[in-house]
């Protein structure tokens, strides 16, 4: 039976820019989870267990619909008398709670924010062993109070809606022409560039990968009908480069 390592998240709607592609970013979280030493073993599968969002009204409004599809539970943080909301303090109080009744019994806490006040539960997290991500501004990702409670830290930036660059286009495009739909040609684009280039990788990983984002996935019926004809095509066409030892085989980014 396949063991699961449950992962929160917890998103700061206060502190982050309407631009954000929540889908795109919950996709990249799962591939890192599935890159992370702790997941790299057989049976285990990273799930999501708790996802939870936070903010006023109008922050609420700003999110609302990429948070429905992505089924979050909404709690809503109104502001005290003008002063600053609560947003910080609910979703730290949950993320102890969780800690504390060990139901689920989480493995990873990722939150989404820019706001230092979440630091003192990343910190405490930590302290029990804990693994913390965080996800906020290129601008904060330096800063000692965010590192020193951090295990690793995503760019909130790289997430938002903005025109894709040129070789990323041009790779969709070829997947595409290929049979694949567009929304599938985008998250097979996404899982190959999860990979560092010149670095080698099991060839199942992809597929490990992709399953992960895209659980009704399929070659079934496209010309290139499995992984290994995918692979060979994107060799073929100078992507990556692939090596084999016996039943092995590995493949890297070029």
């Known amino acids: 039976m396949k063991s699961v390592y449950p992962i929160a998240v917890y998103f700061d709607l206060e502190n982050i820019d309407s631009k954000l592609n929540l889908s795109k970013l ?3 979280i799962m591939l890192e989870a599935n890159s992370a030493d702790d997941f790299e073993q057989d049976g285990v599968s990273p799930i999501f267990a708790i996802k939870m969002a936070c903010g006023n009204t109008e922050a609420i409004a700003k999110f609302r619909k990429q948070l429905g599809d992505l089924n979050f539970e909404i709690r809503e943080a109104v502001h005290v008398a003008n002063r600053k909301n609560r ?5 730290s ?9 060990k139901s689920p019994d989480v493995s990873h806490y990722v939150f989404i ?7 003192v539960v ?6 029990y062993g804990k693994k913390v991500w965080l996800v906020t501004r290129k601008e904060d990702a330096e800063k000692p109070v965010f590192t020193s409670c951090s295990d690793k830290i995503l760019s909130i930036e790289d997430y938002f809606d903005e025109k894709q660059p040129k070789n990323e286009d041009k790779l969709l495009q070829f997947i595409c022409s290929q049979g694949f739909s567009k929304t599938d040609g985008q998250k097979m684009v996404s899982v190959l ?4 280039k010149d670095q080698w990788i099991f060839s199942s990983l992809f597929g490990t990968k992709l399953h992960s984002i895209a ?22 066409k100078k ?7 016996g039943k092995q085989e590995w493949f890297k980014i070029v």
């Open 87 to 91: 947003a910080d303090l609910i979703l």
């Open 215 to 236: 659980k009704d996935f399929s070659y079934k019926g496209k010309a290139l009908n499995s992984q290994g004809k995918f692979l060979a095509k994107l060799k073929d």
């Open 239 to 245: 992507i990556i480069e692939i090596k084999k030892d």
């Open 26 to 28: 919950m996709e990249s």
């Open 122 to 127: 990343m910190d405490k997290l930590h302290k």
């Open 93 to 101: 109080l949950e993320a102890f709670e969780c800690l504390y009744q």
């Open 113 to 119: 924010t820019s706001d230092t006040d979440f630091t």
């Open 193 to 196: 560039e999860s990979f560092e």
